[in-house]
């Protein structure tokens, strides 16, 4: 149950390790360093509270998150057309397909969002060939079962990361409300990500899982908040993540790739033109490299 | 666990029956977020109650969601304490209506998607017009947790989990074009409480008016 664990992964380090791997925590705390933004807005019920992210920081941070996921979801596709994946049932293919091209579809639409803010999307960039080894601690592309574990780690945070923003678009007022409509349009497609790869992990993988979050381990980011006067220890009730901890658990996947993967693509780098680590006019730090 | 069966179900549809009035506030979109629980909450003691869903993952996930949703009501009541507009004893549900949306399992399953997507929708759209900070983020808590509902039911159904074109509720052109800059199959876009009120009006399961200047 949610709340025994809550118990047990008190603090959000212990519950990142014990998903991720211990090397995590490193760059959390590295990350805690480099963040110039402050912390987030306590979730408190004052009126008074201001964003600590701008629109334009949240959009340029969805699309970000954007980016990845439908790179992820690419290679995975890739990978079914007679790779390592050739071998996975139809139905899990259509929905691979089908979710990535949601996710595209929220780049396009997220970059068009970002002009009209004055910002630059393809100045939002991912490396060319992201760590995804990061995420499982080896190649996520190789077989089915660590396929669809990691496109659930990486769906569910999605769906934390935009919750996450809500409150900061709330407070932005007027200047927040076309990117918080746009946010919400978003935010419960993830989620409906989410419950079809959970879905498919319970089955055809015969998983111990449900399209909803039953316990807190399941999930990479902190599911469970004490001092909150929402009771994310239910389930029926779903958990966010602040940017700060979603960078830190996305940034060993956004450090380069220096050495090659069996999913490693080049031709990858069609999706974003202006690929280049030095012209991201983003707040985000640079990728913490080496601690893989 | 449930309990017996909700007092909604067993509520008498009199000549008395409580209007429903909502308010175009923080107040008004929490008591009209509990209506739409309380039918979810409803709904789904009488689908297991029916007998109609005879497999195990079926009356799992619909007794997972049965519960999901009657925690929603709890924790809905308990936010608005005394701004709370009705008690679940004061909602009448037309049981003919009720009954011809359980007649079988597709019926069912189709009719649990409905009141899931309208969800999201309502929840979404009323998600911008709250000032409460806590409150959005709450509904944010609650909204993808009925997203997961909508999704795994139309899983059930080998349906897509996100709505294809022919499957929304509320068409394009009606959508209110300022609330919803994108719109399509990757997207969950924002409902009117009056456009939700009119889904809901279409299943035919509560006698109750409902009027206000939120579902005006």
């Given at each position: 149950m949610k709340y025994f664990l809550d118990s047990i992964f008190k603090a959000p380090f212990r519950t990142l390790g014990k998903t991720l791997g211990i090397a995590l925590v490193v760059p959390l705390f590295l990350l805690s360093q480099l963040l110039t933004s402050s912390l987030p807005a306590a979730y408190a019920q004052s009126s008074s509270q201001s964003p600590t992210l701008s629109p334009r920081q949240v959009v340029e941070y969805a699309l970000t998150l954007e980016k990845l996921e439908a790179d992820f979801y690419r290679r995975a596709v890739r990978a079914t057309q007679g790779g390592s994946l050739a071998g996975v049932p139809e139905m899990?293919?259509?929905?691979?397909?089908?979710?990535?091209?949601?996710?595209?579809?929220?780049?396009?639409?997220?970059?068009?969002?970002?002009?009209?803010?004055?910002?630059?999307?393809?100045?939002?960039?991912?490396?060319?060939?992201?760590?995804?080894?990061?995420?499982?601690?080896?190649?996520?592309?190789?077989?089915?079962?660590?396929?669809?574990?990691?496109?659930?780690?990486?769906?569910?945070?999605?769906?934390?990361?935009?919750?996450?923003?809500?409150?900061?678009?709330?407070?932005?007022?007027?200047?927040?409300?076309?990117?918080?409509?746009?946010?919400?349009?978003?935010?419960?497609?993830?989620?409906?990500?989410?419950?079809?790869?959970?879905?498919?992990?319970?089955?055809?993988?015969?998983?111990?899982?449900?399209?909803w979050v039953r316990n807190a381990s399941e999930v990479i980011y902190q599911e469970n908040r004490d001092n909150s006067p929402i009771p994310f220890s239910n389930e029926a009730f779903?958990?966010?993540?602040?940017?700060?901890?979603?960078?830190?658990?996305?940034?060993?996947?956004?450090?380069?790739?220096?050495?090659?993967?069996?999913q490693s693509d080049t031709s990858n780098n069609q999706s974003n033109p202006s690929n280049n680590q030095s012209e991201n006019p983003t707040s985000f730090p640079a990728p913490v490299q080496g601690l893989w | 666990m449930l309990v017996g069966m909700p007092e909604i179900l067993m509520a008498q549809g009199g000549s008395n029956l409580k209007t429903l009035t909502f308010s175009a506030d923080d107040n008004g979109i929490l008591n009209f977020a509990l209506l739409l629980e309380e039918l979810e909450a409803a709904f789904y003691p009488a689908?297991?109650?029916?007998?109609?869903?005879?497999?195990?993952?079926?009356?799992?996930?619909?007794?997972a969601l049965g519960n999901h949703e009657a925690t929603h009501v709890r924790f809905l009541r308990g936010v608005l304490g005394t701004n709370t507009l009705f008690e679940t004893k004061d909602l009448?549900?037309?049981?003919?209506?009720?009954?011809?949306?359980?007649s079988d399992r597709t019926k069912i399953l189709n009719t649990a998607v409905t009141l899931e997507d309208l969800g999201v929708h309502a929840y979404n759209g009323a998600g911008p017009s709250l000032t409460n900070p806590t409150y959005i983020l709450a509904a944010g808590s609650i909204v993808s947790v009925e997203a997961r509902h909508a999704a795994g039911v139309r899983a059930l159904l080998d349906r897509p989990s996100t709505e294809t074109v022919s499957d929304r509720l509320v068409k394009d052109?009606?959508?209110?074009?300022?609330?919803?800059?994108?719109?399509?199959?990757?997207?969950?876009?924002?409902?009117?409480?009056?456009?939700?009120?009119?889904?809901?009006?279409?299943?035919?399961?509560?006698?109750?008016?409902?009027n206000g200047s939120l579902v005006a």
């Open positions: 899990a293919k259509s929905i691979l397909v089908s979710y990535g091209q949601d996710e595209a579809q929220h780049v396009t639409d997220l970059s068009a969002v970002l002009l009209t803010l004055g910002g630059n999307p393809d100045g939002v960039t991912i490396p060319a060939n992201p760590n995804y080894n990061a995420i499982l601690k080896r190649d996520p592309f190789a077989n089915p079962t660590d396929l669809l574990m990691a496109g659930q780690y990486v769906e569910d945070l999605g769906v934390a990361a935009y919750k996450g923003q809500v409150q900061n678009l709330l407070l932005a007022g007027e200047a927040g409300k076309v990117v918080l409509a746009g946010a919400l349009e978003i935010h419960s497609v993830e989620a409906r990500h989410a419950a079809g790869i959970r879905f498919l992990r319970q089955t055809l993988l015969k998983a111990d899982v449900r399209p779903d958990g966010y993540a602040t940017r700060e901890e979603v960078l830190a658990l996305v940034s060993p996947i956004l450090t380069a790739q220096t050495s090659s993967v069996s | 689908v297991l109650k029916s007998g109609k869903i005879t497999n195990s993952k079926e009356i799992d996930y619909l007794t009448s549900l037309n049981q003919s209506g009720l009954n011809a949306l359980l052109a009606d959508l209110n074009a300022s609330m919803n800059p994108f719109m399509g199959r990757a997207y969950d876009e924002l409902y009117t409480p009056k456009q939700v009120i009119s889904a809901v009006g279409s299943l035919n399961i509560l006698n109750n008016p409902i």
